[in-house]
């Protein structure tokens, strides 16, 4: 959470950090402010609210300055508000620093700097680090940087870190530990950003910060060195990032263009990875691995929110064609069990963003235990892909629409693909049906595309339900993590309280919120358990219940007792998920639009949650 911005070069930095922080906003929008220095002046704006509120308070100021540092706040310690923003200063004014993250001894260092004579004017852990540095360049006698390395080893927790000095106004120093930072390297100019969205007008060439190093920006100089103390050579990558992937596009919003983008970004994710002729799935990513892989006792699936269902999904999809036992946890409870993991466990971590702190952290258990990693990731040199020992990108693109959609099917197109693979490798598939399998996957994106043009009528569809307080969704098989999913979609970004169940297990409770006014959508395309859920419809409609149904195209059964129905493309069991999300996604979006709701940036929320 949070998204940070810094620049020190030759051009004026406001613009830069303000239009950067309007592309990490996604991060969080509780407050939003920005520190330049002006002639050895330290100015700070800062405002509760949008990145807009900031830039509409300080119109008409002084915004001179070609150093300067930002940040957009997602709260954790203290609320939103103008004196909880960051920047925070030092005691003298003379330094400020910008955070994402979370210090956790805060308490216990802002004990000793009060004792000391620190007086704080915010609520937040991120004031006590910037005492702490000034008292360290106070009594230590050193310079900058020697300040912040110091008080950094003083800290325990995450953070992603900018901090300027108005007596030293040609450096910037910059450092991370768990929460993501990249450095933008151009002609005579550098860029800190927490990913790399702000700066790809600039520059392609960025450095990625590791954990535990911190780097020292002049116009004309980089210095990086670890904590210890140790000088790096940075490594500099060039971005395959376009600009026009972070623009609308004609979209009235990030998330129905995401949702658009389902048919390229599944076949992105294709790419090269499958060869339907010959029925063979290859996975460069992975492919080292491929021994260990055979002989594995089981999987564990590791994820939070849409990555969780997911996972959910591939589980059904791993344990049918490979015949591997799966486990699907919960990254945060997982974390903090003591967990039976072996050497001969491979475990599976899904993140779109790659920086789920609760994700990462799981992964660092299961590897001490010596667990074998594999990432699904989205983002591109994000933290997740460097903890995991291979990896498989979903190649989606930036999603940028907090409720996640397209890395959604993205990342059920990869343990697709992950699921055929291991079956082709353990032989538990003929080749003739994965020939049969893949060729059909191929034309998955042309099946999803048939399904976005039922949008009209979805949106008509909404337009009933938009003032609904509750709704069900039901599935059974893979149908059950996509009913989660169209429940978590829905609430989400519309406030409406869903809940997603194991249609089967309906009678078993939730049935008894059934009257009607509630509206239940059940996933019932034509497959295994498609007379069960027929039975499941029935009980509803028993009970008054409006059901809306995902129906195979060309259903006659269900279309005679449900109240609405949507058709998707008919497609083999294995590749439903990827075609009943499609409509739940555009339900929810519609029904968030109607209500008013801003389905990008729905409250509370933020796109990549840093902290746990
Ligand atoms: O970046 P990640 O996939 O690790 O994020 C996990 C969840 O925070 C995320 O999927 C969240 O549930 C989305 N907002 C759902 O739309």
Redesign the pocket.
Known sequence: MCGIVGYIGFREAWPIVIKGLKRLEYRGYDSAGIALIDNNDLNIYKKAGKVKELEDFAEGQNLTGTIGMGHTRWATHGAPSDRNSHPHTSNNGRLSIIHNGIIENYAILKDELEQRGHTFNSDTDTEVLIHLIEEIYKNEKTDLLEAVRLALKEVSGAYAIVVMDQDNPDELIAARKGSPMVIGVGQGEYFIASDATPIIEYTKNVIYLNDNEIAFLKRDELLIKRLDNVVQTPYVQELELKLEMLEKGGYDHFMLKEIYEQPRSIRDCLRGRIYPEEGKVQLSGIKEFVDKLKNIDRIIIV?????WHAGLVGEYLIEEYSRIPVEVEYASEFRYRNPIITEKDVVIA???????AD?MAAIEMAKEKGATIFGICNVVGASIPRLTHAGVYTHAGPEIG???TK?FTAQVTVLTLIAFYLAQQKGTITNSKLIELLTELDNIPDKVQIALQSNDLIKSIGEKFKDSRNCLFLGRGSGFPVALEGA??LK?ISYIHAEGYPAAEMKHGPIALIDEEMPVVVIATKNSSYEKVISNIQEVKARKGIVIAIVTEGDTEVKKMADYCIEIPDAAEAFLPLLATIPLQLLSYHIAVLRGCNVDQPRN?A???TVE
Do not use: N, P, R, W
């Open positions: 994820a939070c929110g849409t990555s899904i993140s779109q963003s790659g920086e789920t994700t907090v409720a996640s890395a978590l979609k989400e929320l796109k990549s949650v």
